[in-house]
Structure formats: structure tokens, C-alpha cells
């Protein structure tokens, strides 16, 4: 049974299987924590990982009782399909004063754990998709007013440019601001640059506008004077997603208006002066099938470096530099 995140006061208190999965780290967060709210239970996690080397000690630990837990919760972080056939096996057990909880990333809808829990009205399904900008500017102004910080529209957009779509993003961004500020009530634009380190990013989302204007002499540059770490593979991926979404965003107003300064002088939310013509250029160069094609070609991408972790940014920088053609 599919829940959105806002729906978490639907499931039963008999529920024992949750599968929560996407990109949205903050909101998976969120809503693990609030069905964890609901059960007063000792909570054990696991990894996949773990499962698959310690499947003997994993399986005494759902199936057998305890002296001293009535009931327990099984957190199982950073799972995939490979755990379907497990999981399989314990729905199959009809185990009680258990429940499990699956934190998945993104499953395809070719994923069998997510047809599984889709089409089974017993078990619960929730997606975490990205927060649009609006959504996070909105929670962004909401931190802000509660801690009574004065900040303008500008820089409130500046930060959640950086987010991603995620609000985990957002959160760590604000709590840096709130420690900075302290006493003071009012933050400028050139301490919110500072405080969220734009300039540090800035050859990273140049990368990725340069791969979508297909200037490859450009990107080489860039990845000659970068050194890129395996775990800044994700963050160029999900960079790479947000612009491209954009864009796609922007390409299906175009397809409408057949105005391409129209489209990018309105685009909601508004793009920095400063980006509009780059944003142009890239709207020139892609199609608005290619620009959704693309997309799917991300989500592959960030699942095989999940598969080989050890040669994620090799993958990346390929995958950017075939696209830059």
C-alpha cells in the first residue's frame, strides 16, 4: 500500500513491514522517525551488508523472543532489491512483536522489493521524492521566523539552491546560520555565501552547466584542476539530476510558449540574472525528449556507483564527459 509522507497517520499500529525509499534524505528521516514515534520499541539496525554476511544471526534475532523486549524494531539502512528474497521469507513467517523497517534509496519501478510492497494492501510503501524549491523556501522561511532571524527572499533562495531538494540539506544549512548568528537578528548576503560555501562549490556546479551547454573543452579543464573524492560522487549526481530537472522543467514551458526568453524571465523560482543566459544556451542544446532521457541516465548512473562505490567518480566523470558530446 502506497503512503505519501503526510499520510504516516494512516498505518496501522498492526502494520509490521515499511518500505520508505528515494533520494529525499531529510524526509526519509523524518518520516522513519515518526513511524519509530509510534512503537515504543527497542530499535536494532542493520545495513544490507550486514544482513548478507550475518543472514544466520539476523534471522535469531527477528525469530526469537527475549526476556527482556516485549516487542522490537528492525531498521534495516541503505537497502536494495538484494534483500527482497529475505524479506520475502519473513512476510511468509507471519513474525509479530517485530516490525521492520526498510531504508531504501531509489528503486526503479522495475524494482521487485517495490512492486512487493505496492501491491500488498498489508505492507507500507512510502516514496520520498525531492522537495521543490517552493517547498523548501517555505520551510526555510518557517526556521527562519522561529528563530527570529531576519533574512531577504535572495539569500533564502541562494541557500536552497544549494539544498539539492533535500530537506536534510536545508537543515544543515540553517542550524550552520543559527550557530553564526547567534545573538545577531540579521544575516547579510556576504555571510550567507561565506556560511554556505558557494565559492567551494562553485567549479562542482560549473562542471555540471558546462556538460549541459556540451562545452567539453571547458569540463576537461575543470576535472584537470579538480580532485573529486568518491564520496562527492553522489552530490555531482544529484547536482547534476536538480539542473537537469530544470531544465526540463523549463523545456515543457517552452514547448507551450515558444518563447524562450519568456520562459527563463518567468521561470518560478526565479533564475539568477547572472544564470539566464547559460540557462538559455542549455535549452538550446537539448530537446525536451533527450533532456528526460537524460534524467533516466542519471538514476542508472547513481545506481551502478552504489554497486561500485570504489570506482564512483571514474563512472561520473565518464558519464559527464559522453554527455558533453
Known amino acids: 500500500m502506497i503512503l505519501r509522507s503526510f499520510e504516516l497517520n494512516k498505518i496501522s499500529k498492526d502494520a ?40 544466520g544471526s539476523f534471522y535469531e534475532n527477528i525469530l526469537c523472543g527475549s526476556l527482556f523486549e516485549s516487542s522490537k524494531i528492525i531498521l534495516i539502512n541503505r537497502a536494495s532489491d538484494k534483500i527482497y528474497n529475505v524479506i ?40 520520498t521524492y525531492p522537495d521543490n524549491n517552493e517547498t523548501l523556501s517555505r520551510l526555510a522561511a518557517t526556521l527562519f521566523r522561529e528563530e527570529n532571524i531576519s533574512i531577504s527572499q535572495q539569500n533564502v533562495n541562494l541557500i536552497v539552491e544549494k539544498c539539492n531538494g533535500d530537506r536534510k540539506n536545508l537543515k544543515n544549512e540553517f542550524e550552520k546560520i543559527k550557530n553564526f548568528v547567534k545573538n545577531k537578528k540579521k544575516i547579510s548576503n556576504k555571510e550567507i555565501l561565506k556560511i554556505i560555501n558557494l ?32 564520496e562527492e560522487s553522489i552530490t555531482i549526481l544529484r547536482t547534476f539530476l536538480f539542473k537537469a530537472k530544470r531544465i526540463l522543467k523549463l523545456a515543457t514551458e517552452l514547448q507551450r510558449n515558444h518563447d524562450i526568453n519568456k520562459t527563463v524571465n518567468s521561470a518560478r523560482p526565479p533564475i539568477f540574472w547572472k544564470d539566464k543566459e547559460v540557462v538559455k544556451n542549455q535549452l538550446k542544446k537539448w530537446k525536451h525528449k533527450e533532456i528526460k532521457e537524460l534524467i533516466k541516465n542519471i538514476n542508472d548512473v547513481e545506481l551502478e556507483i552504489k554497486k561500485n562505490y570504489n570506482n564512483s567518480i571514474l563512472i561520473v566523470t565518464d558519464f559527464i564527459l559522453e554527455k558533453s558530446h
Open 199 to 230: 565559492a567551494e562549490n562553485y567549479k562542482l556546479s560549473e562542471l555540471i552547466d558546462n556538460c549541459l551547454t556540451k562545452d567539453k573543452k571547458k569540463i576537461i579543464n575543470i576535472l584537470n584542476d579538480s580532485n573529486y573524492s568518491a
Open 16 to 55: 509490521i513491514f515499511h518500505l520508505v525509499y528515494g533520494t529525499n534524505e531529510g524526509l526519509k528521516t523524518e518520516c522513519i522517525n515518526e513511524i519509530l514515534k509510534k512503537n515504543n520499541a527497542r530499535v536494532f539496525n542493520y545495513d544490507e551488508i550486514q544482513i548478507e554476511d550475518q543472514e
Open 88 to 127: 520475502y521469507d519473513l512476510i511468509d513467517r507471519n513474525i509479530s512483536n517485530t516490525k521492520i523497517i526498510i531504508n531504501a534509496y531509489t528503486l526503479d519501478t522495475k524494482s521487485k522489493l517495490r512492486s512487493l510492497f505496492e501491491k500488498n494492501k498489508d505492507l507500507i510503501c512510502i516514496p
